[in-house]
């Protein structure tokens, strides 16, 4: 029999996931009141900051720590995948397809079980992916932001509006995505509610990985027991 | 603020009995009439009157009876209305104590108040009274740009506001009649172009100095150039002001003007197009026309390359032609972000929908 729980994730995953939480929030809470400049409460939010000059300023700071984030998030994984410490269990396969349209069938009635997953489902690698795409996007279009005379010198002008339009909007989008999706899937989703600890404390019950990342589970298990049966 | 000041100035004005009642009441019940001149003119009609001052300037005190009736205030007012301090003196009267020539219309330019207390109490707002308080007589009064027994109506024709700031700001005029405000307003009467006061105000002329001031500039500006009906007129566009907003420049201008005591580091609206030298942007010494862009970007921005400039949609709204790859980036996210905040909502909704209702 195994332990009641697993490991999920490593001391360094979670702080960098809360590394992460808190810099998302503060390049939101300055960045979404400088697109939104007129409405009342973004000059709430800028004058808590002490002006536009102080908003930009943290919000300039969060964004260097977000791209040092980003930085020792892919040297870290690139020298751990080298050092074969870590499968790339993250990187979307064809399975992931086959796995949407499973779930939608499912959700739609039309398949009496979901599909089974392995260490992380499709929606998590679309997450996953889509604030990696999403901070690639904001780190090259902020730094075009930060730095538009340096950039034109060789670059064209026109480059920095469309900077600009970029970061305003792709801002916009993760924000929203992390507001609406990963919301749900860590606290409101029924299956978690009210918050899915497992980021936080590293661990998560056997049940739940046996419903939801029951291949993982298999893998574990067997591993464990191979030396026992050699 | 308005409040505060209007009742300084009513404290002020407390020797005058109409005190409650507003400019255009008091007007309406203060004056005589106007009654007797002939009296008064006996003496200040003759053309040599005069006296010399302790300044050992001579005050010319003649009065042209004509001129006078054929001013705004002429059938409405009788002398002592405003040289009050002679009512009921008859054929002669004292001497006044003024030394020079100048206390002498300042002082008098106080009469004003008791039936024009609105427009006097703006005026105690205005960088003018704020230098005269200092005891500086050169700043202007009302007489200096309404005249005293000439008054006119004010504004006619529209010219006569500039010239008559002239009067002192004769280098600022000079600049402002060359710019294509000016040349439409002195040359043409154009009624659209702003005078001085369009600007600067008539009464409660603030200093132009302050930061305060100059971040209303947009604003200032915008009040016609952002007027769609205007603008068209002209065949200019009127997208300029929301374009400026938009822009790194126009925001930061906008959130500034929030904060108490900011100076603006940004570009305004002046600070590429000039401020009297106002020139049309397509004429050859424009600062704004394409070729000399990158000097004044340069103002700001001493190391900027000659790519800079067009860093700036020079108020053009993002479009297939004028700046491509901005239009096109905006077009991506017009359908992304639907399409995939839709799809998130979507998702979530058949999820709750097959666990917790048809389970």
Redesign the interface.
Known sequence: MTSEFIQRFTLRQRIEHVAVMLTFTLLSVTGLPQKFFETGWARFLISLFGGVGGTRLVHRGAGIVFTLLVIWHFGSAFVDVLARKVKLTIVPTLKDFADAIGTLRYYLGMAPKQPTFDRFDYKQKFEYWGLVMGGIIMVASGFLLLYPIFFTQLLPGEIIPAAKMAHSNEGLMAVLTIVIWHMYSAHLNPDVFPIDRSIFTGKISRERMHHEHPLELARIEADRNKPTES | MKPILLLAASLLLSAAPALAETGEEARASRGSGGGDVEGCVECHGDPDLEVTLESGETKKLHVDKDVFLGSRHGGKLSCTDCHVDLKGSEGGHPEKPFKTSREFVVRYSEQCRSCHSDHYAQTLDSVHHAVLEKGNLKAAVCADCHGAHDVGRPGEPRASISKTCAKCHSDIFATYSASVHGTALLDRDNPDVPTCTDCHQSHAIASPRTGAWRLQTPDRCGACHGDEQKMKKYGLSNAVLKTY?S??HG??A???K??PG?NPVVALCTDCHGIHDISKVKDPGSRVLQANLVKTCQKC?P???A???????SHYE?SPDK?P??Y???LF?MF??PF??GG??L??G???????V?R
């Open positions: 907003l822009d790194f925001t930061t906008s959130l500034q929030a904060e900011a921005h190391e900027a390359s790519n800079f400039p067009a860093a700036w949609m993002p700046s790859l901005v096109a980036v905006k996210y992304m972000v995939v905040i998130l909502i998702q979530i058949l999820h709750l929908w097959r666990v917790v048809k």
